[in-house]
């Protein structure tokens, strides 16, 4: 059984483009969120969606959007990119209790 | 306001050594507590859960422990390795937060051989 995949592995963007990371969740699980790590800190919750809706959404502002499919895997949609958006983006599936992460995309803006 | 905070941000041991590794949250009305595991530049590897009815949950020479009333989780590592250097984080969903984990910053440990 894959875990939960994610791509790209690295990417890097300008200032102002827009860039859209990629997640598969394990077999079966209907729950994906995403998470925003920076350099020497915990992850930050973005969003959460179940049943192709977004059902819970973290501090962060709409320049930050999403999208699940039927089959359950999702997309993150960064518009309008800054600096400060560099950072390691992890997803997680979950069915359950257990929260399983993807090795994450480096997204680096320049 | 629901935070999860872990002291110290380092941790540096010598091999054989048995460790804990401290995790305190603001709110005692969790869901459940997750510890994982990050290497460099990698992902989270789930190490234990402990469900809020739950004191303690053992795998292998981790031990996680809960006490929901002082807001304080504990890993205890036991005999350390080399192999056990990385950052450990813990992760709180607290109570009626759908599946959304608030995350300390870590605690990136090294064990000298």
């Known amino acids: 059984d894959a875990g939960v995949t994610q791509s790209p592995t690295h990417l890097i963007k300008t200032r102002g483009q827009q860039v859209t990371l990629r997640c598969s969740p394990k077999?079966?699980?209907?729950?994906v969120s995403w998470y925003q790590q920076a350099l020497g800190q915990g992850p930050q919750f973005i969003f959460q969606y179940y049943e192709e809706e977004e059902r819970q959404r973290g501090n962060f502002p709409d320049r930050f959007s999403g999208h699940q499919f039927p089959n359950y895997s999702s997309e993150l949609n960064v518009n309008a990119l800054l600096l400060g958006d560099s950072a390691l983006y992890l997803c997680?599936?979950?069915?359950?209790?257990?929260?399983?992460f993807g090795p994450g995309t480096r997204l680096t803006v320049t | 306001k629901q935070e999860v905070t872990q002291i110290p941000a380092a941790l540096s041991v010598p091999e054989g050594e048995n460790l804990v590794l401290n995790c305190s949250f603001t709110?005692?009305?969790?869901?459940?507590l997750q510890w994982f595991r990050q290497d460099p530049g990698k992902g989270l590897t789930s190490l234990l859960l402990?469900?809020?009815?739950?004191r303690e949950q053992t795998s292998g020479r981790l031990n996680a422990s809960l006490d929901k009333s002082s807001g304080r989780s504990t890993l205890y590592i036991a005999a350390s390795q080399p192999g056990d250097s990385a950052t450990y984080l813990c992760a709180v969903r607290f109570t009626g937060a759908n599946s959304k984990l608030t995350f300390g910053k870590g605690i990136t440990l090294s064990v000298r051989p």
């Open positions: 709110d005692s009305a969790i869901y459940n």
């Open positions: 077999s079966g699980h209907d729950t």
């Open positions: 997680a599936s979950s069915l359950g209790l257990w929260q399983y």
């Open positions: 402990i469900q809020s009815s739950q």
